[in-house]
């Protein structure tokens, strides 16, 4: 799981620098007039972070825990087919 966030966190790091290097040529060149547009690409960016996060963590926990949740049904179905 740890490993998972490392990734999610360079993800993070990788693309808010692609970002910024792509607005900030746009800016440069007066492609983007406003500077504030520029500002809220960035916020909109980085607030898109703690969800993927948080759903990247949740997809772990359950892709930790399948194996045990296909287990325990294995048990169930057959302790069901010995109580017929």
Request: aromatic share 8%; proline share 1%.
């Amino acid at each position: 799981m740890q490993k998972a966030n490392s990734i999610m966190e360079a993800m993070n790091y990788i693309i808010i620098a692609l970002l910024l290097m792509f607005s900030g040529y746009r800016v440069l060149r007066a492609k983007i007039s406003h500077l504030e547009i520029f500002i809220t690409i960035v916020g909109a960016i980085s607030s898109m972070y703690t969800p993927a996060r948080r759903a990247m963590t949740r997809f772990n926990s359950i892709s930790a825990n399948i194996s045990s949740i296909t287990r325990v049904s294995e048990i169930f179905r057959r302790s069901a087919g010995h109580c017929k």
